[in-house]
């Protein structure tokens, strides 16, 4: 599963991701600004699915997919565990328009 982390993601859960071999850029590193339609598009045209704490991305009728850290101070071991085990259990066809919280039972 691909993965575009909101500016909002922290950089440790970002880099454990990568190092976990998960494809992740950040939305600071491909230049997106923080307009959130500009972020849905680029998930969309990149099939990426979108990690963010922001909820604004519910409002959306149709988006590739979000997983939503509700909390900044979750682990970010916690987080590259739950983002294994919902690869695991969903192809990126799945996870569109889906709103998975996480870590929340995934860990």
Not at 34 to 40: L, N, R, S, T, Y
Not at 72 to 89: G, K, L, S
Request: hydrophobic letters at 40%; proline letters at 4%.
């Amino acid at each position: 599963m691909k993965l575009l982390a909101d500016e909002n993601i922290k950089t440790s859960i970002t880099n454990l991701l990568a190092q976990e071999g998960h494809p992740v850029v950040r939305v600071q590193d491909v230049e997106l600004g923080i307009e959130d339609g500009k972020i849905v598009d680029y998930c969309r045209a990149e099939r990426r699915v979108l990690l963010t704490n922001d909820d604004d991305f519910f409002d959306f009728d149709s988006h590739p997919g979000v997983l939503f850290l509700a909390h900044q101070t979750t682990p970010a071991r916690d987080v590259a565990n739950a983002v294994r085990h919902i690869e695991r259990q969903f192809s990126t066809e799945e996870l569109a328009d889906a709103v998975l919280h996480v870590p929340d039972g995934w860990v």
